[in-house]
């Protein structure tokens, strides 16, 4: 009698885990799939537009917001793009539901948002939104390492609508949007300077902010303007991870919860802690906490979570250190006074704002008045001392809207003041550049170990889509108030290298990479050769014996989690022309012949000739727990095969199917 373990690759024999299961004649490789939840069934169907990808609470996570004309159980289903056959999910997407409520306004409808979450890095992910049977069309988005460098785009008030042609500030934005993110294609997040749209519950507009597929494919990290604060859709539209969306965070407080929105929210992304505030609330004769609450907002928040991170970033709308129409409003003035000094104290890197549709880069401003007396206008390399901050204003990112530079006053040179700079009379005293072509722009901000580099690029130039220019809203364009042909789309109107501050200490920083992923992997030593039991001899006359040892199998688990594992085996049954005999009456005694991998052997499994299972159905050859030392071992059995001696004579053989399973 014969005894073979075979493949069906030859002497291919080593396998890995993975999510598919696979199958192969001899030897088989059983692996865990992904977990599936189904999808909610929709009683009716319903129309789904508006979608629109949003940051989640960390590298891990996005929210997707959506509308719905009927009220019905919603969800977002995701899977991994390579899963997809024929642009078909499979059974393994997986399911969030959503929650929502009906829109108010003249909004209509109802309002959908679910958290991805469980994302693995460096992953290209499909998703779409609605229900069984009424799906949306398929978008899709890529993760990418969540520790290191990255890079985000910050954009300022698109505004769609306040041209008075929505079409043409469509046109800008969709243009600036390509043109960004085709520059840019590893940009990570897409960051809002506020004023989505002109007028706060116009669906029409919502719509044309909305039409760039890019909002579909990168995170949105949604900002409140001013534009966007008097009415819900701002909120319906733009669900925001980690918000405190209490009275105090609201422009009138509670009372305008249900009418208005609001709220200020936090989130980390590598590195970074984002915190994001509705800088429409700064009074509190309004009714709302005002600034004296997100100053204690963003102390909270920076108290308990700024450890976590290396550098932190604010976002909010009105701009309190800006060049044009809005840099002597009242209540910029107010908030210039109100922030800064907290914001140097809580060791902030960046602030980035919106509102004055014009570009701005600060000195190094310390405690409400410029840090540094030597530091130069356009300076392009900046060390920020202990509590030293920059603060970047955007220009408008669609063309819908420019506001021309103004100028200085008398009225001082620190805090609330408008005066002149010394070094540079013609600018405000806090800015280091101060810019308006009536071109669009956007910001790019590189995030790295030691630094942040901000460089303001031109998105268009004085040709269409420009819809400022196109309607004659402005009468120059070009860089010197129109005194010289506009720039090159793409060129760099501005950069600089900020620097953190590391205090009186000497921080030391080591990159860990991630420990290679490892694998687990079975090996048959050797050729794989004939398992030879040789001739039975007869014992007791009453039943035929033959023993052996299976070929030595190297186990090998380099993966870092060592998860568990185990390694067994079945044999069919023993087979010679048309004679066979059952595979129930071979038995074996594990082995660990080389230690290591964590092996341990299994148990013996007896003959079913004595009445044991036999090998008929599957057995533990060797496994490893939880936690087990990495490495490599190797594994055998000694087998015992025991028939009646009824068996007709001949020459029989069968497969061992080996089968691993990996944790």
């Not at 004023?195 to 900002?223: G, H, M, Y």
């Not at 819809?467 to 009468?475: P, Q």
Request: charged share 15%; hydrophobic share 35%.
């Amino acid at each position: 009698m014969l005894l073979s373990a075979s493949t069906s690759h030859g002497t291919r024999t080593r396998r890995r885990a993975a999510w598919i299961a696979t199958a192969a004649v001899g030897v088989s490789l059983v692996l865990s799939g992904a977990t599936t939840a189904p999808a909610a069934l929709a009683d009716t169907t319903a129309t789904l537009s508006g979608v629109i990808l949003g940051v989640g609470a960390d590298e891990a996570q996005r929210i997707v917001t959506w509308y719905s004309s009927a009220d019905t159980a919603q969800s977002v289903q995701v899977a991994p793009t390579s899963s997809l056959v024929n642009g078909r999910f499979p059974a393994s997407a997986t399911t969030f539901s959503a929650s929502g409520t009906a829109n108010i306004a003249g909004s209509g409808g109802y309002n959908r948002h679910a958290t991805i979450t469980g994302l693995a890095e460096n992953t290209a992910y499909s998703y779409r939104v609605g229900s069984d049977g009424n799906w949306s069309p398929t978008a899709a988005f890529s993760t990418q390492s969540f520790d290191g460098d990255y890079d985000f785009l910050f954009f300022g008030d698109p505004q769609i609508g306040s041209s008075g042609d929505i079409a043409k500030d469509q046109a800008g934005w969709q243009d600036t949007m390509n043109v960004a993110v085709n520059a840019n294609p590893k940009a990570e997040m897409l960051v809002s300077g506020g004023d989505q749209v002109d007028a706060a519950n116009r669906e029409d507009q919502w719509s044309a902010f909305l039409a760039p597929d890019q909002l579909r494919q990168i995170p949105w990290v949604a900002t409140i303007g001013n534009h966007d604060v008097g009415g819900k859709a701002y909120e319906q539209h733009l669900y925001t991870p980690n918000t405190d969306r209490t009275g105090a965070y609201y422009r009138k407080g509670a009372a305008s919860i249900g009418t208005e929105s609001g709220g200020d929210y936090w989130f980390i992304y590598k590195d970074t802690l984002f915190i994001d505030l509705n800088s429409n609330s700064y009074a509190t004769s309004q009714g709302g906490g005002g600034d004296d609450a997100h100053v204690a907002y963003v102390t909270d928040v920076v108290n308990k979570h700024g450890a976590e991170a290396k550098y932190t970033v604010l976002v909010y709308h009105h701009a309190i250190y800006s060049p044009a129409d809005h840099a002597k409003d009242a209540d910029n003035k107010v908030r210039r006074v109100d922030f800064p000094t907290t914001f140097s104290k809580l060791g902030v890197d960046l602030v980035l704002q919106g509102h004055d549709h014009s570009y701005s880069r600060s000195y190094e401003i310390k405690n409400g008045a410029k840090a540094n007396a030597d530091e130069k206008p356009g300076q392009d390399e900046v060390f920020e001392g202990p509590g030293g901050v920059v603060y970047v204003t955007a220009n408008s990112a669609s063309g819908s809207k420019y506001y021309d530079i103004t100028a200085p006053d008398s009225s001082g040179t620190s805090g609330a003041g408008n005066g002149a700079d010394p070094l540079n009379p013609a600018n405000y005293w806090y800015n280091s550049v101060q810019n308006q072509e009536h071109v669009r722009t956007y910001v790019k901000v590189q995030v790295k170990k030691d630094q942040l580099v901000v460089q303001n690029i031109r998105s268009g130039d004085c040709s269409a889509p420009n819809a400022a220019v196109e309607l004659n809203k402005v009468l120059w364009c070009g860089p010197e108030n129109g005194t010289k042909p506009a720039e090159a789309v793409g060129s760099i109107q501005d950069e600089v290298t900020i620097h953190p501050n590391h205090g009186d200490g000497q921080d030391i920083q080591v990159d860990v990479p991630s420990g290679a992923p490892g694998e687990f992997g079975w090996t048959i030593n050797g050729h794989n050769g004939l398992v030879d039991l040789g001739t039975a001899e007869e014992k007791n006359l009453q039943y035929f014996e033959a023993t052996g040892q299976i070929n030595p199998i190297s186990v090998t688990d380099t993966r870092a989690s060592r998860a568990a594992w185990s390694v067994s085996a079945s044999v069919g049954d023993f087979v010679d022309g048309d004679k066979t005999f059952q595979g129930t009456y071979l038995g074996w005694t594990p082995k660990v012949v080389t230690p290591g991998a964590g092996a341990v052997a299994g148990a013996a499994v007896g003959s079913g000739y004595d009445g044991g299972a036999g090998l008929s159905t599957s057995q533990v050859l060797s496994s490893a727990p939880m936690g087990h030392d990495r490495g490599a071992g190797v594994v055998g059995a000694d087998l015992d095969l025991k028939i009646p001696n009824t068996i007709d004579k001949g020459s029989y053989r069968a497969t061992l199917t080996l089968t691993a399973l990996a944790g």
